[in-house]
């Protein structure tokens, strides 16, 4: 799985857009940018998915560049809630593929929303 | 759905002392996901099951672990015999190895401790 970049720790306030950029520089044309956070003292939670396009959801959204190389998670109006660590993965997201199935978890960010 | 679950909560025990995790994954999902988690090493995967079979444990660190799923809804992992070092939280999680819509769903862990 190629490997990703994120900055360890951003602040945002609360009510405001929170934008989370990851770089996978190595990202190969087969794989899939992930994100997943982790509350404290809970287990990880999938946010979103997404191969080339952008992605939304009732969490959030997704942009990818369009090289694929890096992107970023927006959450648009962050909460007290979503304070936790975000984790940004590249991985194989079809069967087959030798990685299949395996989340590589990084250090992430640490995200912490301000009052 | 209640999610995955896992058995128990919280362990502690000395060291030398077996030590068996339970993991109940959402019916219906098809692959199961044991993790360990410290701080100087963060999230692992130890292995992972597709249909009750054990696909990939090379993140299995010795020969003490070892993971079983005897059925659809039910792994464990035993750890024996224990040392301090295991001293970790252990994560399940499940997902339905649909291509390129598999989410992990986490159960809250078993944080185990071995004095």
């Known amino acids: 799985d190629a490997k990703t970049t994120q900055p360890p720790s951003m602040d945002c306030a609360e009510g405001r857009a929170a934008n989370l950029p990851c770089n996978h520089s190595t990202i190969s044309g087969n794989e899939y940018v992930y994100w997943y956070r982790q509350i404290h003292s809970q287990g990880p939670q999938y946010i979103i998915h997404g191969l080339k396009n952008n992605e939304t959801n009732e969490m959030a959204s997704l942009i990818i560049t369009e090289d694929r190389k890096s992107s970023t998670l927006i959450l648009p109006h962050a909460t007290l809630r979503d304070t936790a660590v975000y984790y940004c993965?590249?991985?194989?997201?079809?069967?087959?593929?030798?990685?299949?199935?395996?989340?590589?978890f990084g250090q992430g960010t640490i995200l912490t929303v301000h009052p | 759905d209640a999610g995955v679950i896992q058995s128990p909560r919280h362990e502690v025990t000395e060291m030398g002392q077996e030590v068996t995790l339970r993991c109940k994954p959402i019916?219906?999902?098809?692959?199961l996901f044991w993790y360990r988690q410290t701080m100087m090493r963060g999230l692992e995967l130890l292995i992972y099951?597709?249909?009750?079979?054990?696909?990939?444990d090379s993140g299995m660190p010795e020969d003490r672990f070892s993971a079983k799923m005897p059925n659809a809804s039910f792994s464990t992992l035993k750890i024996q015999p224990s040392e301090p070092r295991d001293s970790a939280v252990y994560f399940c999680?499940?997902?339905?190895?649909?291509?390129?819509?598999?989410?992990?769903?986490f159960g809250p862990g078993t944080r185990l401790t071995v004095l």
């Open positions: 099951f597709n249909n009750n079979v054990p696909i990939d």
């Open positions: 019916s219906g999902h098809d692959y």
């Open positions: 993965i590249v991985r194989v997201g079809h069967a087959g593929g030798t990685s299949y199935g395996k989340l590589t």
């Open positions: 999680a499940s997902s339905l190895g649909l291509a390129g819509i598999n989410e992990q769903f």
